[in-house]
């Protein structure tokens, strides 16, 4: 199969879902099956490379709520007292700061639309932190409505729905409560957004099947003689 020629428009893909969801799994089985077709793709941290202020998010935070530091995992469980505190006061801190990570992220967005890669992936995107607002308020809903506008929509945007319990039990740092409340968060965007695809609970080798299959059928490169056979791609990998 051809790579997909040098003047192809690059394209955003965006994984977002719960803590414990398996988004670093798929993005990474996604970038690797998509380089071994030749495509040029790069991954980026929404916290590490787009959020705005985050190192001074995460020291207030600690010091503020006293909450653990680190990623949780089954034989070191933390717990984390930061996105999962709320109060009316941090939703406004929240809003202004989800602001500055809109800004940060369309700036980003169109800087890497000109880079020349194939493909952009987002582990995590805006999608996320709005997420942690409480949505069933309507002025909450308008503001998410609003941001999404701002930012450019990924071509795909990816939302790995999860089972609380079972996300809770690999990345255990934040309580079931707060993950059952996200997951209705992240079902409330994909509705508002109208773009993002919800990706059922389901065992990791088929979640990789869903989202390669449908990933090459959306993300065409359709350029005559370069457009990837994306039925090819899927017999090759046995999806």
């Given at each position: 199969?051809?790579a997909?020629r040098?003047n192809?428009?690059?394209k955003?893909?965006?994984?977002?879902?719960i803590?414990?969801?398996?988004?670093?799994?798929?993005?990474?089985?996604?970038?690797?099956r998509?380089e071994?077709?030749?495509l040029r793709?790069?991954?980026?941290?929404f916290?590490d490379d787009?959020a705005?202020?985050?190192?001074f998010?995460?020291a207030?935070a600690?010091t503020?709520?006293?909450?653990?530091?680190?990623?949780?995992?089954?034989?070191?469980?933390?717990?984390?007292?930061?996105?999962?505190?709320?109060?009316w006061?941090?939703?406004?801190?929240?809003?202004?700061?989800?602001?500055?990570?809109a800004?940060?992220?369309?700036?980003?967005?169109?800087?890497k639309?000109?880079?020349?890669?194939d493909?952009?992936?987002?582990?995590?995107?805006i999608?996320?932190?709005l997420?942690?607002?409480?949505?069933?308020?309507?002025?909450?809903?308008a503001?998410?409505?609003?941001?999404?506008?701002l930012?450019?929509?990924p071509?795909?945007?990816?939302y790995?729905?999860a089972n609380?319990?079972q996300?809770?039990?690999r990345?255990?740092?934040?309580p079931?409560?707060?993950l059952?409340?996200?997951?209705a968060?992240y079902?409330?965007?994909?509705?508002?957004?109208?773009?993002i695809?919800?990706?059922a609970?389901?065992?990791?080798?088929?979640v990789?099947?869903?989202?390669?299959t449908?990933?090459?059928k959306?993300?065409?490169?359709?350029?005559?003689?370069t457009e990837i056979?994306?039925?090819?791609?899927r017999?090759?990998?046995?999806?």
């Amino acid at each position: 199969m051809r790579a997909p020629r040098k003047n192809s428009r690059t394209k955003l893909i965006s994984f977002s879902g719960i803590d414990g969801a398996g988004k670093s799994t798929q993005i990474q089985s996604l970038r690797t099956r998509m380089e071994k077709m030749g495509l040029r793709v790069q991954v980026l941290q929404f916290w590490d490379d787009v959020a705005t202020f985050t190192r001074f998010r995460e020291a207030t935070a600690h010091t503020l709520f006293k909450g653990d530091k680190g990623v949780g995992t089954p034989s070191a469980p933390v717990k984390r007292r930061d996105k999962n505190v709320q109060s009316w006061l941090m939703s406004g801190v929240r809003l202004c700061l989800y602001f500055a990570d809109a800004v940060s992220a369309r700036s980003m967005a169109k800087k890497k639309l000109r880079s020349g890669k194939d493909v952009i992936i987002f582990d995590r995107y805006i999608y996320d932190q709005l997420a942690n607002l409480n949505l069933r308020n309507p002025f909450m809903r308008a503001y998410a409505t609003l941001i999404m506008r701002l930012v450019p929509r990924p071509d795909i945007g990816y939302y790995l729905d999860a089972n609380p319990i079972q996300a809770q039990a690999r990345k255990p740092e934040y309580p079931v409560e707060f993950l059952h409340t996200c997951r209705a968060s992240y079902l409330a965007l994909s509705e508002l957004s109208g773009r993002i695809r919800v990706i059922a609970p389901m065992p990791i080798r088929e979640v990789e099947q869903e989202v390669l299959t449908h990933a090459l059928k959306e993300l065409s490169f359709a350029d005559g003689e370069t457009e990837i056979d994306y039925h090819n791609e899927r017999q090759l990998y046995g999806a």
